[in-house]
């Protein structure tokens, strides 16, 4: 009996790990096409060269290769991945598969720092006006989390407490994008409305490094509380049973979906459904232990997003869709599709 669970339990580890690492090839390869897909004259086999030799490039195809194309492709793999991890762990911790990350208000408030950065020129002295935009932002979508957080520890921190102040926050916020886009010239009008779009096109190797450095800190401490997640996902009760703060450890993962989400946010704009569908694909894929469930989401999250950059360049010949419209035409079928799936299979 114990040899017989034993290689049940050794099938279930080698399945889930072969899955990690096919979502691992599907992303490179995503990756190689991405960089592949533009509309200068470099194809797949000019970058598949340049990436294995850089050298066997003209300075022209280095430039293209290198300071182009690859931040653009590297940012929808870190931005994707920061947001389905956001998203799986929100899921959990709310015990709410409608949740995502924007549950929250942190798109809507990083909407409102970089609209009032554009329409009213915070630029700070000594800084780029390219890192001005993306920190209002952050600063903003980062307010809106300590906002939240006193309102709860103020009425308490239950499920549908966080979901209802989420809710309001978005309301309000987009009021206030609402409000300063009406007091916008036609110019600055443009701009808001444009970063509101999403778009991968301000991607730099800087900007590539702190989304990547961020996700890079708050990935092991995900993992670190698989176990009690896993409960967590169990229920409530059976979580407390088994010695888990529930309350601490929902606030401690509310703090990281919130930084996850806002650094994301910040310098790409508003990509949606990626936060939510990403954790649904990796529940289906992995299940429900959180010790594949939560890299799987960041991997499905971050192919989603290169697909979808790819389609952007692709879907008009000679034009590149912003990818947060794109994420939004795909992810609403996508997302009808995974629950009239669940309901039949119940």
């Not at 002295?125 to 809106?144: D, M, N, Q, R, V």
């Not at 930084?259 to 694909?281: K, M, Q, R, Y």
């Not at 990796?282 to 790819?310: C, K, T």
Request: hydrophobic residues 60%; charged residues 10%.
């Amino acid at each position: 009996m114990t040899d017989r669970l034993a290689r049940a339990y050794r099938r279930f580890l080698r399945r889930r790990l072969i899955l990690l690492l096919s979502l691992l090839a599907a992303i490179l390869a995503s990756l190689v096409f991405d960089v592949a897909n533009g509309p200068s004259s470099m194809g797949l086999a000019d970058v598949l060269r340049g990436i294995l030799d850089p050298g066997a490039l003209s300075l022209g195809e280095a430039v293209i290769l290198w300071d182009v194309r690859m931040p653009y492709a590297v940012m929808a793999l870190v931005v994707g991945a920061a947001l389905g991890l956001a998203g799986a762990e929100m899921q959990t911790a709310l015990n709410n598969p409608l949740a995502s990350p924007f549950t929250l208000g942190v798109s809507a408030a990083a909407t409102l720092g970089a609209s009032l950065v554009i329409v009213f020129n915070l630029y700070l002295p000594g800084l780029p006006h390219t890192y001005s935009i993306p920190l209002g932002a952050f600063a903003c979508a980062a307010g809106s989390i300590l906002l939240i957080q006193l309102l709860l520890r103020s009425y308490g921190n239950g499920v549908e407490t966080v979901v209802l102040f989420g809710i309001a926050m978005v309301f309000a916020l987009e009021a206030l994008v609402a409000l300063i886009q009406f007091m916008a010239d036609s110019d600055t009008l443009q701009q808001v409305v444009f970063w509101t779009f999403g778009s991968l096109g301000r991607a730099t190797w800087d900007k590539v490094a702190i989304v990547a450095v961020v996700l890079a800190l708050c990935l092991p401490f995900s993992l670190r509380r698989a176990w009690a997640m896993t409960t967590l996902r169990a229920g409530e009760d059976q979580a407390r049973s088994a010695g888990i703060a529930v309350d601490r450890l929902r606030m401690i993962v509310l703090l990281r979906v919130s930084l996850l989400a806002a650094v994301a946010v910040a310098f790409v704009g508003t990509i949606s459904f990626v936060g939510l569908v990403a954790p649904h694909i990796a529940r289906l894929l992995l299940g429900e232990d959180h010790r594949f469930y939560l890299p799987g989401s960041a991997l499905v999250g971050a192919l989603m997003l290169s697909l979808a950059s790819i389609a952007s360049k692709a879907l008009i010949p000679g034009l590149v869709i912003p990818v947060g419209i794109v994420t939004a035409l795909v992810g609403i079928p996508l997302f009808m599709g995974l629950i009239l799936g669940q309901r039949r299979r119940r």
